[in-house]
């Protein structure tokens, strides 16, 4: 039996066709270059100091706030870390979250944009007794990046491990609140402040099972050992 020229005709072009069309691309933005320079935005903000003239939006200092800078503030978060086991869960738990920094490069930038926030809008909060909103703050800029970059659960992750080794710290030995509570941003920054005593004091002792046991150095830490 023959086969209809037709047929043959209609066969060919539609195979030619499907040949000759391109491949569908999917629209996939790029997310580095609004979220590079939300990041500038916020680091200028915080180098120039301009968030301190942001009224507090309750016209007030809590009490439970006395601490207006990271300056201030350390001396304080070393005293609530005096415990030399509490130190280490926070060592412990700060260098997991490095690790996996390192791992996923696009989380650096998402945990500094919201720390970024939260240390810019803490004076607008500081007149409430705690750091919910400000913490409010971090979580929601740092889940918005960790949205766009496709880095939720590694965010997540860091959260859960940081946080849940720190508080382990001090509701089992030292035995206090964590500062988080209250001042959550100056907190994140001072505790990779003090991992960063740890390591250094680490690197520059010949005796370092008396760091492990007793702490760090607090005058060292803070720049007053001679």
């Known amino acids: 039996?023959?086969?209809?020229?037709?047929?043959?005709?209609?066969?060919?072009?539609?195979?030619?066709?499907?040949?000759?069309?391109?491949?569908?691309?999917?629209?996939?933005?790029?997310?580095?270059?609004?979220?590079?320079?939300?990041?500038?935005?916020?680091?200028?903000?915080?180098?120039?100091?301009?968030?301190?003239?942001?009224?507090?939006?309750?016209?007030?200092?809590?009490?439970?706030?006395?601490?207006?800078?990271?300056?201030?503030?350390y001396p304080y978060y070393l005293s609530e870390h005096s415990d030399a086991s509490n130190q280490r869960f926070h060592v412990f738990g700060?260098?997991?979250?490095?690790?996996?920094?390192?791992?996923?490069?696009?989380?650096?930038?998402?945990?500094?944009?919201?720390?970024?926030?939260?240390?810019?809008?803490?004076?607008?909060?500081?007149?409430?007794?705690?750091?919910?909103?400000?913490?409010?703050?971090?979580?929601?800029?740092?889940?918005?990046?960790?949205?766009?970059?496709?880095?939720?659960?590694y965010l997540m992750s860091m959260a859960l491990i940081g946080y849940g080794c720190a508080w382990f710290g001090h509701w089992w030995f030292q035995r206090n609140t964590p500062a988080t509570f209250i001042y959550p941003s100056y907190s994140l920054i001072c505790d990779f402040k003090m991992f960063g005593a740890f390591y250094a004091q680490l690197i520059n002792t010949s005796h370092w099972e008396n760091l492990w046991e007793h702490g760090i150095d607090v005058k060292e830490a803070l720049g007053l050992a001679i």
């Open 1 to 73: 039996s023959s086969i209809p020229t037709e047929s043959l005709t209609s066969t060919s072009t539609s195979t030619s066709t499907s040949t000759l069309k391109p491949p569908q691309q999917t629209n996939v933005s790029n997310p580095w270059p609004h979220t590079f320079i939300f990041f500038i935005v916020l680091l200028l903000i915080a180098y120039n100091e301009m968030h301190f003239n942001l009224p507090s939006i309750t016209s007030n200092i809590s009490t439970r706030k006395p601490y207006k800078d990271i300056a201030s503030f």
């Open 94 to 153: 700060s260098t997991v979250i490095v690790l996996i920094a390192l791992n996923k490069p696009e989380t650096i930038i998402c945990v500094m944009s919201g720390l970024l926030c939260g240390y810019i809008t803490f004076p607008l909060f500081r007149g409430f007794d705690n750091g919910a909103l400000e913490a409010l703050s971090i979580l929601v800029v740092g889940l918005l990046m960790a949205h766009q970059h496709g880095v939720k659960m």
